[in-house]
């Protein structure tokens, strides 16, 4: 989860760095179908100047399969990251949601274009104003609640219930008339994570697992609720607090919810890719409505966030940032091609380069070979 716009572009600044390269590559497919190892490389190199923990990265090309893992699972600990270990995915959680809302527009539960008011009625002082559409899209006005949160680390170890997440964000007022205008906010994640509690009634989180995690045999990802441990092996992050690195690893993800409070997985993420952009999870109209920019040259679809790369490629994903990871979820509208990054983060911000260069190898080569 993060309050920052350039969040949902691939090509911004993140916290990165590379120590102990570690390479597998699965399955078969021609040379000029295939991942590049030494390209992902020298990308991972590029990133070492960050002096990050480490990273995990994935990519999948039609049927071939290549993963890198770099760095330590723990500073001043010679273990390496573990081998498609667990992260925080932060804001790639959205795609999550967005796909459950849509599975619920395709059943003939909601419209698109309803207001949330219809369903949520008084949560939103212009609920009556702002749709679904407008929240899946970043186009609602509303407030990002998390803009009010100080980085006190305690803010990230209590409980937050959704509607107080919604409450801090109505104290404000709008951004803009809702649909005039874009700008990333975590609250409309919360609404909606809220319309799937009332259509569904059921939690937010048996809702993911039973539409998603399960039937897709996700056995990596987890909603931890109030659970401040990550399950099973995982590398640790870090961050800047009063000028000392600390250890944030464990936290309380309730602040994300259903903007930011997954747990998962390389190996998960690119099974939900492939069968996001595969049809096994949206119907053919409702995967159309989640990749159609309004306006035309906006960044975000619903619940996807889009790039054009510099070989003229469109990629559609999410990026996420939570205290101590940043991860990127990103792939071609047909899904042949699938990248998966989890950057567990430690001393300094770095500069784009390596991290546009990997996107770029990836993307950029295999339409070019």
């Known amino acids: ?33 295939s991942p590049d190892p030494r390209a992902i ?16 990265v994935g990519v999948t090309v039609g049927g071939r399969r290549f993963t ?50 219809r369903y949520l009625p008084g949560l939103l002082p212009d609920g009556d104003r702002i749709t679904v559409r407008m929240l899946l899209q970043h186009r609602s006005g509303l407030y990002n609640y998390s803009d ?31 649909g005039t205008a874009s700008k990333y906010s975590n609250t409309d994640y919360i609404v909606a994570g809220l319309l799937v509690e009332g259509l569904t009634s059921r939690s937010w989180a048996t809702a993911v697992r039973d539409r998603i995690i399960r039937p ?21 992050g870090y961050a800047q607090r009063a000028g000392t690195l600390v250890d944030v690893t464990a936290m309380n993800p309730s602040v994300g919810w259903a903007a930011g409070e997954i747990i998962s997985t390389t190996a998960d993420l690119d099974t939900f890719t492939a069968a996001l952009f595969g049809g096994r999870l949206l119907a053919p109209a ?7 920019l309004s306006p035309a040259d906006a960044p975000y679809g619903l619940g996807l966030s889009t790039d054009v790369l510099s070989c003229g490629v469109r990629v559609w994903g999410h990026t996420g940032d939570v205290p101590g990871y940043h991860t990127l979820l990103a792939s071609t509208r047909d899904g042949h091609i699938r990248l998966q990054l989890s950057l567990t983060t430690a001393t300094r911000q770095t500069p784009q380069q390596g991290y546009r260069e990997l996107v770029d190898d990836v993307f950029c080569r295999q339409e070019n070979p």
């Open 41 to 56: 490389t020298r990308a991972l190199e590029l990133m070492t100047a960050g002096g990050a923990a480490g990273a995990q």
């Open 216 to 236: 897709l045999g996700l056995h990596g990802t987890t909603l931890p609720g109030d659970r401040t441990a990550i399950p099973g092996p995982h590398a640790h």
């Open 1 to 33: 989860m993060s309050s920052r716009q350039p969040g949902t572009r691939f090509t911004a600044s993140l916290v990165a760095g590379v120590t102990a390269l570690s390479l597998t590559a699965t399955g078969t497919a021609d040379a000029a179908d």
């Open 148 to 178: 009010d949160l100080t980085g006190d680390p305690a803010e990230l170890q209590r409980h937050w219930a959704p509607r107080q997440l919604v409450a801090m964000a109505t104290a404000h007022p709008l951004n803009f008339p809702p």
């Open 68 to 117: 890198a893992r770099s760095g330590v699972a723990r500073l001043g600990a010679p273990r390496g990251v573990p081998v498609n270990g667990r992260f925080r995915i932060a804001s790639v959680t959205k795609t999550f949601t967005a796909t459950v809302v849509l599975q619920l527009v395709g059943e003939g539960r909601l419209a698109l274009d309803d207001a949330v008011s």
């Open 286 to 292: 409702q995967l159309t409505d989640m990749t159609t």
